[in-house]
């Protein structure tokens, strides 16, 4: 039985009609379209679905869409603003941060949800902020390297 | 990556194939598999599954219209199981609902009954069973049997290596839209589009023409892609044809994990024969691959594994034999690498066991028997533009062996419980499909009137760069900027006949093609701006930065003017060209040839800390000197070599493959296995670009880069070998990898004897 929920996405209000049972993950891909948020395990481990929900990162197929009732959502479709791309997309792309791209928006946004607590993290704070996330491509380092030039 | 494609990606507007915008009418699919490793099927009831609400149809091997086989070269795998099962996860049926949710409900509801029947895990009684995917295979060169006598020292053991998971943070998917034709379209997380075609067309009984497989891009790949996304896309296809609604398939990390195979575990026997100063002189081997239930891709994994039997060493008298076994497993299949990491693994091992025998360090020997030029393969090919001996001597200096083992040997005198250990990894990767047909591969190039350019390969895009690195070549035939030149997705109906992209040859035979054609609109270029300019042999003509030259001197035409001129002049803008690798080829009877087109060599200096109460340890550092040729892309190129090299970490020291006593996958979620996250990465990768090391075999002189840095992995293992025997030179350390902190311990405390 589906139930209305009402929720803020990318500082755009919504109104969704979600099953009980169904994730954020789904409610965002599915019924919404921002396909940006990715499913990669779908039980927490991998962190590709991270979305920020009231200014911290949080696996979105841990979350039930009915929690988000009423949550002010961020996914990685709302970073770019009028005046560009976000600083952290920008380093992404120049430190060569991304091979297969999958892993992308869910590291952005834990970068993203940490540079906004803490706009100098050391290394040892950037590695504990993306340590929800994996990525099978790169190593890490050139993810490590773009966060790092964005706390500069 | 082409430039646009990260920009996507950083934005969230990047499409894989589960993102994909499908027509409101689509329906899922999802798979009822086995839960018996070996057993006759009695019976499948689908009467429980098509009582769930929402459920269209149940497809078992009955309802597959052609042939239900999707082998490649040997033709042992079915799509759905007929009357036996043979592993463990093998697909029984596919169930179509309105949802996922649905669809997987159903499949559990199918009632199956399987009496089980003896099943095979090991090699060694699957060797003695003669439970074989191909008959054993030898090469070998020179006479070892008589070259023991000439030994001091002769060494042997065995060495186990484990499998590993791909982890492709995208799992494997599919979607698939019946065609008007009575045909199918099917969209692809594949690395082998023509693979899929041909299957497909197969299964549905159909000519390849009504078969389209089109592949936007892989989120990861690393071989398990290859052969293992074929099933799923027939599966989606099947559905599709049959229902004639668009079908979309998608496994979820659980369903991925068990369902597919992984990278081979192998047990081998090895015997090392060296002379007193060190050089090896003979070395026998057999490898005892772990094939899984059908051939899939084993017997070319296992023939790359001969080819690379002695790694980066001129070994004069070698026999080396390969078994490629048959067990009650999910098949095994590539993965970076293919074959060559499990052998150059046995190799060093045999060098640490050859080492304490002779009473020197294992870099000792791996440095006095590096290849240089003139020396042979055990499979007949002679090693040219070596620069084995370079990458060591550059290592060595540049990062300061000398004072790095000082520095270690201080640091583990000072400290009781944590022990640093130091190892070099030298490496040498042929390049080329072993399969020699294999190595081809087509470009589409067009361009259009506004001077814009698209460009269709064989390559699949998969985050190895692969796009940029063909987007670079065109930019530089054409002299324009790489933002006019886009890479379209891949697909079976603008290339023909592709080989997989795979075997680290991507970027060489699609660079290749895309160069040839690129050149051939170069040359009608040319002839249109002589003809248009009236005073200039078409040969006099440049392109260069966008504007076009007569005989060195500017003229009033841009890259822009000339296009739109050409079309005009009803010139063909458009160009298709093949690109075949010279010069290469094998004997499988005889085993003997030149497979490669070259060779990839570089060497590591690995350094590892080891706390040696806990078991665990980090890689402290990873110094890399690679021959890249003349990288064509070095941001593309360090990002394979860093992400490679934690790959080869993750499998020499983390990543575990468990099966229980009945087949069943244990390590299957992320949760219980575990690939390097941001804590188990080394903590400082250095790489060095080989200087002067043009490769003309190479698209621009450049080497390709894929597979080889994975390699550098194993080197994390002696590494840690190292620190353990420095905490106790006495322990007996198995030959077992991975080498996690569990067997860290139960070597350095044996028994149950306290410290």
Known sequence: MKRIIQLTINDKEYEVAVEPNQTLTDMLRYELGLTGTKKGCEVGDCGSCTVIMDGIPVNSCLVLAMQANGRKITTIEGLETEKGMHPIQKAFVEKGAIQCGFCTPGMILSSKSLLDKNPNPTEEEIRAGISGNLCRCTGYQKIVDAVKSVGK | ?755
């Open chain 2, 1 to 755: 990556m082409e430039p646009r494609d990260v920009f996507l990606h950083v934005r969230g507007e990047a499409v894989f194939v589960d993102d994909a915008l499908l027509p409101a009418e689509h329906l899922f699919a999802a798979i009822r598999t086995s839960h018996v490793a070996h057993g006759h099927v009695r019976s499948l009831d689908i009467a429980p599954a098509m009582a769930v609400p929402g459920i269209y149809e149940v497809f078992t091997a009955r309802d597959i219209p052609g042939e239900n086989q999707v082998g490649k070269t040997i033709l042992d795998e079915p799509l759905l199981a007929e009357s036996e099962v043979h592993f463990v996860g093998q697909p029984l049926a596919i169930v179509v609902g309105e949802s996922a949710e649905a669809a997987r409900r159903a499949a559990r509801a199918i009632q199956v009954e399987i009496d089980p029947l003896p099943a095979i895990y090991d090699v060694r009684q699957a060797f003695a069973e003669g439970s074989l995917i191909a008959p054993p295979r030898t090469f070998s060169s020179g006479d070892v049997e008589s070259a023991w006598e000439q030994c001091s020292v002769v060494v042997s053991g065995t060495v186990e290596s484990g499998s590993q998971e791909h982890v492709y943070m995208e799992t494997q998917s599919a979607f698939a839209l019946p065609t008007d034709r009575g045909g199918v379209k099917v969209v692809s997380a594949t690395q082998s589009p023509s693979m899929v075609q041909l299957v497909v067309a197969r299964i549905l009984g159909l000519p390849m023409h009504e078969v389209e497989v089109e592949v936007p891009r892989l989120g990861g790949g690393f071989g398990g892609k290859e052969d293992q996304a074929t099933h799923w896309a027939a599966m989606a296809a099947l559905a599709a044809w049959r229902l004639k609604k668009p079908v979309k398939l998608v496994l979820t990390r659980h369903e991925d994990m068990t369902m597919t195979g992984k990278r081979h575990p192998y047990l081998s026997d090895y015997k090392l024969g060296l002379d007193a100063e060190g050089h090896m002189l003979a070395y026998e081997v057999t490898f005892y691959q772990n094939g899984g239930a059908v051939a899939d891709l084993s017997p070319a994994i296992l023939e790359r594994s001969l080819f690379h039997a002695t790694n980066a060493y001129a070994i004069p008298h070698v026999k080396a034999v390969g078994i490629s076994c048959r067990t009650h497993l999910p098949p095994n299949t590539a993965f970076r690498g293919f074959g060559g990491p499990q052998a150059l693994f046995v190799l060093e091992c045999a060098i640490f066991k050859a080492a304490e025998a002779l009473g020197v360090e294992p870099r000792e020997i791996q440095k006095r028997n590096l290849l240089q030029d003139g020396d042979a393969f055990p499979y007949g090919a002679r090693v040219e533009r070596c620069r084995q001996r370079r990458c060591w001597d550059v290592a060595e200096q540049k990062y300061n062996l000398q004072a790095g083992l000082k520095e270690v040997r201080q640091y583990n005198g000072r400290n009781a419980w944590r022990k640093k250990g130091l190892a070099l990894m030298p490496i040498c990767f042929g390049i080329s499909f072993t399969s020699t047909f294999l190595n081809q591969a087509g470009a589409f190039v067009n361009v259009y009137v506004d001077g814009s350019v698209g460009i269709s390969t064989s390559a699949v895009e998969m985050g190895q760069g692969v796009n940029a690195k063909i987007q670079e070549v065109a930019a530089r035939i054409f002299s324009i900027r790489p933002e006019r030149i886009k890479l379209e997705t891949t697909s079976t109906s603008r290339i023909a006949n592709m080989p997989p992209t795979a075997a680290s040859t991507g970027a060489d035979l699609n660079g290749h093609a895309t160069r040839l054609a690129c050149l051939d609109i170069v040359e009608r270029l040319k002839d249109a701006a002589a003809r248009c300019l009236g005073k200039n042999a078409p040969h006099e003509i440049e392109i260069r930065d966008e504007a076009v030259y007569a005989s060195g001197e500017a003229t009033e035409l841009t890259w822009e003017k000339l296009v739109n001129l050409a079309y005009f002049d009803r010139v063909s803008l458009c160009a298709q060209a093949h690109c075949a690798t010279p010069d290469i080829f094998f004997d499988r009877d005889t085993n003997k040839g030149n497979p490669f087109a070259y060779y990839a060599y570089g060497t590591a200096l690995v350094e590892a800390s080891l706390d040696c109460l806990r078991g665990t340890c980090s890689i402290d550092a990873v110094r890399v000197v690679h021959d890249f040729g003349r990288s064509l892309h070095p941001l593309v190129d360090l990002g394979q070599m860093e992400g490679g090299i934690v790959q080869g970490v993750g499998w020499m020291l983390l990543e575990e493959v468990m099966h229980d006593a009945d087949g069943r996958l244990l390590t299957d979620t992320l949760a219980t296995y575990k690939i390097p996250d941001i804590h188990s990465i080394p903590g400082e990768i250095q790489v060095h670009f080989l200087e002067d090391a043009e490769n003309p075999p190479g698209i621009f002189q450049s080497k390709t880069v894929g597979e080889p840095p994975f390699l550098y992995g194993i080197g994390a293992y002696f590494a840690l070998l190292q620190a353990m025997k420095a905490f106790r030179p006495d322990a007996h350390i198995p030959f077992s990898s991975p080498m996690t902190p569990e067997k860290v311990l139960l070597a350095l405390y044996p028994g149950d004897r306290p410290v």
